[in-house]
T-cell receptor, first 117, second 120 residues
């Protein structure tokens, strides 16, 4: 069975400082992992995805994430936060285990990122 | 990237009426679409999986007669909230799965902008 744990419900950083949003996953098989961002009253936008290619994945807007199988982690980072990065971030694993619904996504609870000027 | 639209973006209706929400994949074909519900400050809750040309698969606890799903074409799925009540007020989001290549691991879901439903 798949599950995702986002360790922080809220993260606050100052503009220009690094961002770290933590995510751990549980999956019986080699997972597909995603980070999505949601701005208020908007749908979800794909930031990046891992699908068993390079373990360091680069996404849009300067974000990247590193897949670490030994730690079952997929943390999201950005070297320098911008005011426009303030949003809700979801770590997501795709159902690939046998018996799971094809393509079903399992969401973390979300991390609210606040960026201070 | 692929674009998914939803219509309407916002709807206010009276209790007891039915509301239809459309989800369209604009530049790709989607054999599978998903419907989610999101409460304030919470994550997305999967309601049902919509497969083109077949019946939707509902998650446990979701009433299929309450939330009617139709996926008549490869680019359109609709969710109808029947006899809506105030407790149905929520943010409804659809997603469409795009298959790239033959591997399941290449699949990516693209999300619509959401529909805010308010039942008075």
């Amino acid at each position: 069975a798949q599950s995702v744990t986002q360790l922080d419900s809220h993260v606050s950083v100052s503009e220009g400082t690094p961002v770290l949003l933590r995510c751990n996953y549980s999956s019986s098989y080699s997972p597909s992992l995603f980070w999505y961002v949601q701005h208020p009253n908007k749908g979800l936008q794909l930031l990046l995805k891992y699908t068993s290619a390079a373990t360091l994945v680069k996404g849009i807007n300067g974000f990247e994430a590193e897949f670490k199988k030994s730690e079952t982690s997929f943390h999201l980072t950005k070297p320098s936060a911008h005011m426009s990065d303030a949003a809700e971030y979801f770590c997501v694993v795709s159902g690939t285990d046998r018996g799971s619904t094809l393509g079903r996504l399992y969401f973390g609870r979300g991390t609210q990122l606040t960026v201070w000027p | 990237g692929a674009v998914v639209s939803q219509h309407p973006s916002r709807v206010i209706c009276k209790s007891g009426t039915s509301v239809k929400i459309e989800c369209r994949s604009l530049d790709f074909q989607a054999t599978t679409m998903f419907w989610y519900r999101q409460f304030p400050k919470q994550s997305l809750m999967l309601m049902a999986t919509s497969n083109e040309g077949s019946k939707a698969t509902y998650e446990q606890g979701v009433e299929k007669d309450k939330f009617l799903i139709n996926h008549a074409s490869l680019t359109l799925s609709t969710l109808t909230v029947t006899s809506a009540h105030p407790e149905d007020s929520s943010f409804y989001i659809c997603s469409a799965r795009e298959l790239a290549g033959s591997s399941r691991k290449q699949e990516t879901q693209y999300f619509g902008p959401g529909t805010r439903l308010l039942v008075l």
